[in-house]
């Protein structure tokens, strides 16, 4: 079985969870193909791939345009293929927010015309070290809604991996049974 990971990351936490994931499935015997959405010289067939997982973040209520355009322009090619949509937000890691990060991959749908078989709502992270006072401001007081969150910590990871794996796995293992 080949599975293809194509992800489009900003900050970088979306690049770890492709990491991640593709080290997950080398571990279980699964060939890997990962693509960068965001890389323009990537050439991308989808021939002998089984399955495909897409991992984007989401950043004022959108995910990467590079990866929308990837769903765009792939998307007759994706539809016969079984397709994991691992979105990734801040949205999705308190449970008041799950309705805004489900409304996130909605407005996706629409704008791609692409749906995936599957989605997954993905806590992300923060890294204050690389926003300035502006955007730590709206971090804190939008983003956070003053949870006790400390803003001089320079990176905090709301992702859960061991959601995270079970999810894929879910995803993977009726294909690994069936061989």
Same mark, same amino acid.
């Not at 990962?34 to 989401?58: M, R």
């Not at 690389?130 to 709206?138: I, L, N, S, T």
């Not at 992702?159 to 009726?174: M, R, Y």
């Given at each position: 079985?080949?599975?293809?990971? %194509?992800?489009?990351?900003?900050?970088?936490?979306?690049?770890?969870?492709?990491?991640?994931?593709? *080290?997950?499935?080398?571990?279980? *015997?699964?060939?890997?193909?990962? %693509? *960068?959405?965001?890389?323009?010289?990537?050439?991308?067939?989808?021939?002998?791939?089984?399955?495909?997982?897409?991992?984007?973040?989401?950043?004022?209520?959108?995910?990467?345009?590079?990866?929308?355009?990837?769903?765009?322009?792939?998307?007759?090619?994706?539809?016969?293929?079984?397709?994991?949509?691992?979105?990734?937000?801040?949205?999705?890691?308190?449970?008041?927010?799950?309705?805004?990060?489900?409304?996130?991959?909605?407005?996706?749908?629409?704008?791609?015309?692409?749906?995936?078989?599957?989605?997954?709502?993905?806590?992300?992270?923060?890294?204050?070290?690389?926003?300035? !006072?502006?955007?730590?401001? %709206?971090?804190?007081?939008?983003?956070?809604?003053?949870?006790?969150?400390?803003?001089?910590?320079?990176?905090?990871? !709301?992702? *859960?991996?061991?959601?995270?794996? %079970?999810?894929?796995?879910?995803?993977?293992?009726?294909?690994?049974?069936?061989?």
């Amino acid at each position: 079985m080949t599975t293809m990971i %194509v992800y489009a990351t900003i900050e970088g936490q979306t690049g770890k969870i492709a990491r991640f994931v593709e *080290d997950q499935l080398r571990r279980q *015997d699964i060939a890997v193909q990962v %693509v *960068d959405a965001g890389d323009k010289a990537v050439s991308v067939s989808f021939e002998g791939v089984d399955k495909v997982i897409l991992a984007a973040s989401v950043h004022e209520r959108r995910h990467p345009k590079p990866f929308e355009v990837f769903l765009t322009a792939h998307r007759h090619e994706l539809a016969p293929i079984d397709t994991l949509l691992l979105s990734v937000s801040l949205s999705a890691a308190f449970p008041e927010g799950l309705e805004e990060a489900r409304e996130y991959v909605i407005e996706m749908n629409m704008r791609t015309d692409m749906k995936a078989d599957r989605d997954v709502l993905v806590a992300g992270a923060v890294r204050t070290n690389q926003y300035d !006072f502006y955007a730590r401001q %709206v971090l804190r007081h939008v983003v956070l809604r003053d949870k006790d969150f400390d803003p001089n910590v320079e990176e905090y990871e !709301f992702t *859960d991996w061991d959601a995270l794996a %079970v999810e894929v796995s879910k995803f993977i293992e009726p294909a690994t049974s069936a061989a």
